[in-house]
């Protein structure tokens, strides 16, 4: 189920006839002959909570009026799905092209991968004549990525069509080509649907319909050592003939900059490991290709992984199962995260207590170890210390709340929270209390009945507040109790991984975390049948992993914070030179207005905002600062 449509193009595509009745929804007609008196059936899904039996039709085999019945009833259903399953895609609009396009049979114009393309999209501008068509990355830095983006909009079938690159790049500077393929994607409570753009596809070939527009991305990468200077590769689309239809220059231009990520400000999505129907090899293999991801979209940080076990006691010493703990952090440290790691959907220990309330698992645990709750807690944890320091693990942020919205739940809750806090007193380094929820210190709530009152409380006893919903007064308190905030949902685009990121950082907060990097509601390559409507970063192929273009705009984002992190520290490095007197004072009047630009929580971008003029911007600041060989 992992790889069903997959290949499949849903553009013009009825969702009935492609998608339902191949695969979800296959009538199954069997024959049985039976001298018992009831008849049972078994029905298995992919995976839990993957399927629900919508009816099962039983009559004689020789009723004609019952088998025409039920046809009848499938016909009904169907069109009570189309009736649902709307598309609601404006059709596109009438296009008069440009003359010097017309011989073509297309017009291409040049995007950023921030601009929403549809396969209904036509130019807002008038595009730059054929032969005046470019693409640019006029700002790149050393050891960073970046995207240059086009638009084909085909007026009549074109076939099929090669891509490639050519010219020469040079060993240090290389570059990736994708095509974007779309995908049905709707909101919540809903089956009506729109086609929007998805994952990001090897491009070496692409089939242009008439009247039908694709994306194409070009993702370059430059190496720390990356000579500076300006490369002209160019972008070809052939025919199948072999006849080029289409040749874009692209001009790359890298800066004497070379981009610092070494921030202790932790960035990263929930969720980790691949899911187990890969197989166990395959599933690991497809966890450090995970890991390989993440670093390239300039993630330092993950979340989730795998958890430990408290299979019982012997003599009041408890007896762990600790899985494949051990291999996963070795990975980890393999591809350089090393930074702390957020427990949120996975490196938890099981059986010592009951999701995030000790629950029934006090009891239980009393009676095996022979010991009172709190001293066999404190001892299950001291051995995991003891091994976690042999095999060199890292620091988890151990999830103790998620968004609690019960007074009762709340109150169990807190209690866990402070048995927990122990633990985190004695081993710091091993282990750290946080939470998810979203809290205000604005009011103080006397009620116990609000909500309000028990996150206050949660916020006062765990180390690490993740929190949704914050502002000025969150960030004061936790100054004041020396708590760290982290933060987490706030938006899956450049400005929330860039400059709001920044931002924060700046004003306090500690790490980020964003839902969700591979979650499966449903069907990867069909959002109509999932729980919920699609939030991942990332769709397993068969080949390997698809990055989505929701993905790639929050790597431009990370990058964008990468690079106010360079300047940051260039500046730290200059302000004992005085040669670069006027330079610092330039750079940190820059850095002082982009804080100021964005609110606390202001998950909108502010008035003018301007991501490439502000990278160009960045890199004329770093530049003056200091030049890189």
Request: aromatic letters at 8%.
């Given at each position: 189920h992992l790889w069903r449509f997959e290949d499949v193009d849903p553009v013009g595509a009825d969702i009935w006839d492609t998608y339902i009745i191949p695969e979800i929804c296959r009538p199954v007609a069997v024959t049985v002959e039976t001298a018992r008196p009831e008849l049972v059936f078994r029905f298995d899904a992919d995976q839990v909570w993957a399927c629900k039996l919508a009816a099962l039709a039983l009559h004689p085999v020789a009723d004609a009026a019952a088998a025409d019945w039920l046809a009848g009833q499938l016909e009904a259903v169907a069109g009570e799905f189309r009736g649902r399953a709307a598309c609601l895609d404006a059709?596109?609009?009438?296009?008069?092209?440009?003359?010097?396009?017309?011989?073509?049979?297309?017009?291409?114009w040049p995007l950023t991968i921030e601009d929403a393309i549809t396969p209904a999209s036509l130019p807002t501008d008038v595009p730059p004549a054929p032969g005046e068509l470019r693409l640019a990355c006029a700002a790149m830095v050393r050891g960073e990525y970046e995207p240059a983006s086009l638009a084909i909009r085909p007026l009549r079938d074109l076939g099929p069509c090669s891509l490639a690159l050519t010219g020469d790049l040079g060993e240090d500077l290389t570059a990736a080509l994708d095509l974007v393929h779309c995908n049905t994607?709707?909101?919540?409570?809903?089956?009506?649907?729109?086609?929007?753009?998805?994952?990001?596809?090897?491009?070496?070939?692409?089939?242009?319909?008439?009247?039908?527009?694709?994306?194409?991305?070009?993702t370059f990468h430059t190496r720390p050592e990356t000579p500076p200077g300006t490369r002209r590769p160019h972008l070809q689309l052939r025919n199948a003939a072999g006849a080029v239809l289409l040749d874009v220059p692209i001009e790359v231009t890298v800066h004497p900059v070379v981009l610092d990520r070494d921030t202790p400000f932790l960035m990263g999505f929930f969720g980790l490991m691949p899911p187990g129907e890969l197989g166990p090899e395959r599933q690991w293999a497809a966890f450090e290709e995970t890991l390989l991801l993440l670093r390239s979209h300039g993630m330092n940080a993950v979340s989730g992984g795998p958890n430990w076990r408290l299979k019982g006691w012997e003599n009041g010493r408890p007896v762990l199962d600790l899985g494949e703990a051990d291999r996963f952090f070795a990975l980890l440290r393999k591809h350089g995260f090393e930074h702390p790691i957020n427990g949120y959907g996975g490196c938890r220990f099981l059986g010592l207590h009951d999701g995030y309330r000790k629950g029934a698992a006090t009891s239980r645990v009393e009676k095996e170890s022979g010991l009172p709750y709190e001293e066999a807690f404190l001892r299950a944890w001291q051995a995991i210390n003891e091994h976690a320091s042999r095999q060199h693990w890292p620091t988890v942020f151990y999830a103790m709340c998620d968004e609690t919205r019960v007074r009762s739940v709340a109150e169990a809750e807190l209690e866990f929270m402070k048995t927990m806090a122990e633990i985190s007193r004695r081993w710091p380094d091993r282990v750290r209390a946080s939470g998810s929820y979203s809290v205000t210190f604005e009011r103080s709530p006397r009620d116990e009945d609000d909500l309000l009152h028990w996150h206050q409380e949660f916020f006062r006893v765990l180390d690490i507040s993740s929190l949704n919903n914050h502002d000025a007064s969150v960030l004061e308190e936790a100054r004041r109790l020396g708590r760290e905030i982290h933060i987490y949902n706030q938006g899956r685009d450049r400005y929330s991984f860039g400059l709001y990121q920044w931002a924060e950082q700046a004003k306090g907060v500690r790490a980020r975390w964003q839902w969700h990097l591979n979650i499966l509601h449903g069907y990867q390559f069909f959002d109509l049948d999932g729980r919920e409507p699609d939030t991942a970063m990332l769709c397993y192929g068969r080949e390997g992993i698809y990055p989505t273009l929701d993905f790639e705009r929050c790597r431009e984002g990370a990058e964008d914070f990468h690079l106010l992190h360079t300047l940051s520290q260039r500046l730290e490095a200059a302000r004992r030179q005085p040669e670069r007197a006027a330079a610092v004072r330039q750079g940190q009047a820059l850095l002082q207005r982009l804080e100021s630009s964005v609110g606390v929580n202001r998950r909108t971008p502010p008035a003018g905002y301007d991501p490439m003029a502000l990278k160009e911007e960045l890199v004329r600041a770093c530049a003056a600062l200091a030049e890189d060989r």
């Open positions: 059709p596109a609009k009438a296009y008069d092209p440009p003359r010097a396009w017309q011989p073509l049979g297309m017009v291409a994607s709707r909101g919540f409570n809903s089956l009506a649907y729109r086609i929007r753009p998805h994952t990001l596809r090897p491009g070496a070939a692409v089939d242009l319909k008439a009247h039908v527009t694709r994306q194409l991305v070009v």
